[in-house]
């Protein structure tokens, strides 16, 4: 696979759609819209489970013949709230308008039935400290193992503080080899505060026949659909990054690269 780096096609609108055929794999989909007061997004997805996470700003929504009213209370991702979350079942329709200027994540991955549309935050999320040291990181838990809430996505928010590491000792998720390893693919979408600054993320395997090193900028997506996919914030900015995993079964276990095996404590 090329093309790991994916820039927002602009500032307003749809600015991300990856779809499993556009990335190369089967499971995840990943949509960012980014809208003014006003604007609207809206979808539909036969087969598919969605979960619409409010990224920053407010919007009205409604899902499945259900009106939710407005979403969403932070304004800038980095106020570190917990975010406003919606599970969409497969085959319902969605949308969301905007009341303030609002970024709108649309994660989705296959699902055979789905369950009943829900709130999925803020309640129920907290924000969890993982990690010491400059490997020190703060995490959302909106949709993971721990929170039987999907069929298939597994959904998390990820604050890096400036100088740190995160997704860190490297690690991997690409074999289906239950329960020692699973196989996810997953989709970074990186936000950095400030909001001129860079990150770092290398996506590589073990023997190296995928091995790629990227400067990411703010609104840019990764792709990792296998190999060890460790992050890193230059002093000074603050990396953050809405994670969503898919693949045939919904347990995250991951195998560390044999060389940082000293850091498995």
């Not at 696979?1 to 749809?14: D, I, Y």
């Not at 699973?182 to 995928?210: C, K, M, W």
Request: with cysteine.
């Amino acid at each position: 696979m090329t093309g790991l780096l994916r820039k927002p096609s602009g500032t307003a609108g749809q600015v991300h759609a990856v779809t499993p055929e556009r990335a190369g794999w089967s499971y995840v989909g990943f949509d960012l819209w980014r809208l003014a007061p006003g604007e609207s997004a809206e979808g539909r997805l036969d087969g598919r489970e969605v979960i619409l996470v409010l990224v920053e700003g407010r919007a009205t929504v409604s899902a499945d013949g259900q009106e939710f009213g407005e979403m969403g209370d932070r304004l800038d991702v980095f106020e570190r709230r917990p975010p406003h979350c919606l599970y969409v079942p497969p085959g319902a329709a969605w949308q969301a308008s905007a009341t303030t200027p609002c970024t709108l994540a649309v994660c989705s991955a296959p699902s055979p039935s789905g369950r009943p549309v829900q709130r999925l935050g803020p309640d129920g999320i907290v924000l969890e400290d993982r990690g010491e040291g400059t490997n020190l990181r703060h995490i959302h838990n909106i949709a993971m193992e721990g929170r039987d809430v999907a069929d298939s996505l597994l959904v998390t928010e990820v604050y890096t503080p400036g100088g740190h590491w995160s997704s860190y000792p490297p690690h991997r998720h690409d074999a289906d080899d239950f329960p020692r390893i699973t196989y996810l693919e997953e989709t970074y979408y990186h936000r950095l505060n400030p909001a001129q600054g860079f990150g770092i993320q290398r996506v590589f395997t073990d023997d190296l026949s995928l091995d790629e090193t990227m400067a990411v900028a703010d609104h840019d997506l990764v792709l990792v659909p296998r190999g060890h996919h460790p992050c890193a914030a230059p002093h000074g900015i603050e990396m953050y990054y809405l994670n969503v995993m898919a693949g045939p079964r919904r347990n995250w276990r991951f195998a560390l690269h044999p060389d940082f095996d000293f850091l498995a404590g």
